[in-house]
């Protein structure tokens, strides 16, 4: 695992919560007690921790078997082992502390989670969305048309896969890495990497002939799986 520890500054009013990024899982770790420390100001952010997982196991909660030890840089500047949990177990904890610091996050993650239902109701909004979002980054419609016909591509892969008994993420992953190996001769992970991101869409970090030549490797593997039936 090949981690780079960083520290995020300018969420929670400023307050420093530290990080860690797992390249293998794409996912970011973040300290469990400097978010309690950010949305309590208890003296104590350790001690107030302690408590709360006490409660949380009590109530039958699963997130504290959500917690990951971590090793993360202390004040004293030595690497310590520390609770981390990942974003989506994040937010799961702060809808569990009763702050009113907490309140606003708590009521971005409502809207949130309305604005998706409404999307299933109707699923051009989520289209229109993603539209919205593209053209804010800045990116062209030409881009934007040629990005939905790509998702759309993808999909038709994937349906592909399932129909031939591909339906694990860890499958779709290995056989994804092939396709992106093939032309680049790297890994999707070590592929975002190499262009210096880490959450975001590969694709929308991509050239045209990057994109054509990922959109060629799919098309390829899409008539090889219908062919071999593998």
Same mark, same amino acid.
């Given at each position: ?51 709360l997982?006490?409660? *949380? ?5 699963? *997130? ?8 993360m =840089? ?21 809808? &569990?502390?009763?702050?009113p ?7 971005? =993650? ?34 934007i ?6 998702? =759309?591509?993808?999909?038709?892969l ?6 031939n ?9 290995? *056989? ?5 190996? &093939? ?17 975001? &869409? ?10 054509? *030549? ?6 390829a ?10």
């Amino acid at each position: 695992m090949n981690n780079k520890i960083e520290t995020i500054s300018n969420l929670f009013e400023g307050k420093e919560i530290r990080s860690i990024w797992d390249r293998e899982k794409e996912e970011y770790y973040f300290s469990v007690v400097d978010v309690v420390a950010a949305l309590t100001d208890s003296p104590e952010p350790r001690k107030y921790w302690s408590v709360l997982k006490s409660r *949380l196991k009590k109530e039958g909660s699963e *997130l504290t078997t959500k917690c990951s030890q971590l090793k993360m =840089l202390a004040p004293d500047g030595k690497m310590r082992l520390r609770d981390a949990m990942i974003t989506a177990d994040i937010f799961r904890l702060i809808e &569990s502390i009763p702050s009113p610091k907490a309140e606003p996050f708590k009521m971005w =993650l409502a809207n949130l989670g309305s604005e998706r239902i409404d999307e299933v109701f109707d699923p051009e909004i989520a289209i229109k969305r993603a539209i919205d979002y593209y053209r804010k980054r800045g990116y062209s419609d030409k881009w934007i048309e040629t990005r939905l016909k790509g998702i =759309l591509s993808r999909n038709k892969l994937t349906d592909v896969w399932k129909e031939n008994g591909i339906t694990k993420d860890y499958e779709y992953g290995i *056989l994804t890495n092939e396709i992106y190996k &093939s032309w680049s001769g790297m890994k999707s992970s070590e592929y975002k990497e190499y262009k210096g991101i880490r959450k975001e &869409s590969l694709r929308d970090n991509m050239t045209d002939v990057e994109i054509a *030549l990922t959109d060629l490797g799919e098309i390829a593997t899409r008539e090889l799986t219908k062919e071999y039936k593998p």
